[in-house]
């Protein structure tokens, strides 16, 4: 019989909901009239309580949690106001973000506004902003900034980070750029949540406990700050890149393995005191929490602190922990604290890695313990000496696979779909580095406390700390450089259909079908503007499909000087009878080649149409469609099939022409723009329906 696990349940109703009101986002004026629904359904679930009931009332509950923190939002109202353009201002506010200051000097943080002045008029507002300014304030200061608001500049390429999108998640829509260091103006020091300020000042000087003694060793001091302490952006590109081609990236986020072993040691040291369980775990529970505020804050720190915190709950009120439950409560809890986490790379990457470590680590455990395992008939009495401690170290290996397998599971379409990242070697990598840095971490943490009383022993961690590190850093390099190792993958591009493709030139632009009519508005339009078509050469309608040619009048529309190929293979399709109509009207020339005959795209690319030959005629308008051969500057060949059938398959093959070719494009397929640019082919592109 299963366990109850009520906070499984509660956490994915919660999610729910924050995805409906994301997805369907509701107007202001119909709030009132969901909030009198919600709180019927709220009476209803208490007058005949149901556990389906109770999930329709949670996932209702946040749904509109999430509305009010999406719609009616200060910096949204703000940024309406101030419009698209800079704006010069002052403003007057708190630091609420902990300073990160680039080599240029100029400090970024987060701002929380108490008023503006702008053009002669003081309002009070409650938005927050990104502030750079070139001085140094900490957090809790209270200044008076005078520079220029802007909106936070989109991405401007493909797998940039959307800084912008990032930031809107926490309701921060503009940017404040001060200058000068005297456009600032410190009105109060020392403000701010006091938990934080002393979490932030604990930090520092823990940074400087676990770094005492290196100075030498600069690279060793970001790594231990970033591994110990979770402080991620001091750490140079040329030693965080390698954590992330090998899967160890995780090594940097502040999650179980850290609060574990604070949690670990908490606990030993409680032993020592003699203290009561229940007294040792409430001491210990703020504790790690406050462990997490010291390293940011961060989702995976606050996952890993509140699962601790439950577990350890569980002990204190004398029931038995289930793990999948813990999770589940860390993730209702933070979704009760910002339904916007949810999606957010951290929250997701966290919560999939160890749901997939609780779920599934289990299964190749298992198999690999029943291969290892001594024979189940041997006496207990003769596993021992060298044997007994063999079949420990393959146990320990085995569970370590194990969980390294079933988190490589968890975070792999996540870390594709974020990072372009597919990471193989990291199956090897975490279990080669994961325990090292215990150890790492284990030593870190003797250093900070030893180094209030004792700090020439702090000092000995330290340099114990250096060899360990090295160590780690070298494995990474070694996994990052192996061969095959780890592979950058694209996304998959939406063709939908493929009933467009962009075959971009030197020397011009054509289109290979365009779509039907709402298409080509609504998608290929607009992508013709975003890659800068002024001008087509031409187009060419593979057959009477009106799902590839139901947008050529509105084409011709707007490109009235293309030329127009188009198939002579007769068909009862009423939208390309219109379109010859058109033609017709207004003395278009079409050109209509059959099997056998060329086609001319530029000096370079040369089309050869292989099908339909002439006076063809097929019960299917698919079986009509026209296959081009088209090579690429007498080197690359490419076969454009469009939607041809097995008739027409089998027509090419008995044709005796030669189909041998670089790129196959049909249907759901498209140009490779990697390969068609290294044939001196520019870019393919389809568009198609969304």
């Not at 299963?2 to 202001?28: C, E, M």
């Not at 930031?167 to 829509?173: G, K, M, N, P, T």
């Not at 030329?563 to 007769?570: E, F, H, K, Q, V």
């Not at 097929?618 to 007498?634: N, R």
Request: glycine content about 8%.
């Amino acid at each position: 019989m299963l366990p109850r696990q009520p906070f499984l349940g509660l956490a994915l109703a919660a999610g729910s909901g924050i995805l409906l009101a994301d997805f369907f986002p509701v107007p202001t004026a119909a709030w009132p009239l969901i909030g009198f629904g919600f709180l019927l359904s709220a009476l209803a679930a208490c007058r005949w309580p149901h556990l389906i009931s109770t999930y329709a009332v949670v996932a209702f509950g946040f749904f509109l949690l999430h509305a009010f923190q999406i719609e009616e939002t200060p910096g949204k109202h703000l940024a309406v106001r101030l419009g698209e353009r800079m704006r010069p201002l002052t403003a007057i506010g708190a630091v609420v973000s902990e300073p990160k200051v680039a080599p240029n000097e100029f400090a970024t943080f987060l701002f929380k506004l108490k008023s503006l002045e702008l053009e002669g008029r003081t309002e009070s507002t409650s938005a927050t902003w990104l502030v750079r300014w070139r001085g140094a304030p900490e957090f809790g200061d209270e200044l008076k900034l005078f520079g220029i608001a802007e909106p936070i500049a989109p991405p401007r390429n493909p797998g940039e980070f959307d800084m912008r999108s990032y930031l809107a998640r926490q309701d921060v829509r503009r940017e404040l750029f001060v200058r000068y260091s005297e456009d600032g103006v410190l009105l109060r020091h020392g403000g701010g949540n006091p938990i934080l300020r002393a979490a932030q000042r604990s930090r520092a000087w823990m940074q400087r406990a676990i770094c005492r003694g290196l100075d030498d060793a600069p690279d060793v001091q970001t790594f231990l700050s970033g591994i110990v302490l979770g402080l991620r952006h001091q750490t140079p590109e040329d030693i965080e890149e390698p954590f992330q081609q090998t899967g160890t990236l995780h090594l940097f986020a502040v999650a179980g393995l850290h609060v574990g072993i604070v949690a670990r040691l908490l606990w030993m040291l409680g032993v020592v005191a003699q203290l009561p369980r229940k007294w040792a775990t409430a001491l210990i529970i703020p504790l790690v929490l406050f462990y997490a505020a010291v390293t940011g804050l961060h989702v995976s720190s606050v996952r890993a602190a509140v699962m601790s915190s439950v577990l350890m709950g569980a002990f204190f009120f004398e029931r038995r922990p289930f793990v999948l439950n813990s999770l589940a409560a860390a993730a209702f809890f933070i979704l009760s604290w910002d339904t916007n986490q949810l999606f957010s790379t951290g929250f997701q990457l966290s919560f999939a890695v160890v749901g997939a470590i609780v779920l599934l680590a289990d299964l190749p455990f298992d198999f690999l313990r029943r291969i290892t395992a001594p024979d189940a008939f041997l006496p207990p009495a003769l596993v021992r000496g060298p044997r007994y401690w063999l079949h420990v170290v393959v146990d320990w290996i085995s569970r370590g696979a194990s969980v390294s397998f079933a988190a490589f599971i968890g975070s792999l379409p996540l870390i594709w779909w974020y990072f372009y990242l597919f990471t193989p070697v990291s199956l090897v990598a975490n279990l080669v580095v994961v325990p090292i840095a215990f150890f790492v971490l284990a030593i870190a943490l003797l250093s900070i406390l030893s180094a209030v009383f004792l700090p020439w022993l702090s000092v000995i961690f330290n340099n114990a700390n250096w060899c360990l590190a090295r160590i780690v850093i070298g494995c990474v390099h070694f996994f990052a450089q192996l061969p095959g190792g780890h592979y950058y993958v694209a996304h998959p591009h939406c063709v939908g259909t493929g009933a467009a493709v962009h075959l971009r030139t030197g020397g011009g632009d054509w289109l290979l079908d365009c779509g039907n009519e709402r298409d080509y508005e609504r998608v290929l339009r607009a992508y013709l503007h975003a890659a800068g078509v002024n001008r087509l050469d031409g187009v060419l309608l593979s057959h009477g499909d009106s799902l590839h040619i139901g947008g050529a009048a509105a084409l011709l529309e707007e490109f009235p000087r293309l030329r127009l190929i188009d198939n002579p293979a007769p068909d009862r399709s009423t939208v390309h009878q219109r379109l010859r109509a058109v033609c017709e009207q207004r003395r278009i020339r079409i050109d209509s080649p059959v099997a056998g005959e060329s086609l001319s795209f530029t000096r370079e690319i040369i089309g050869k149409c292989l099908h339909p030959p002439a006076g063809f005629v097929s019960p299917s308008t698919d079986d009509q469609a026209s296959v081009l051969q088209i090579t690429v500057a007498e080197s690359a060949k490419v076969l454009y099939v469009s939607d041809s059938g097995y008739l027409t398959e089998n027509a090419l093959l008995a044709s005796g022409e030669n189909l041998r070719s670089d790129i196959l494009n049909r249907d759901l397929a498209r140009f490779s723009a990697a390969r068609a640019n290294q044939r001196g082919m520019g870019r393919a592109c389809s568009g198609a329906r969304d």
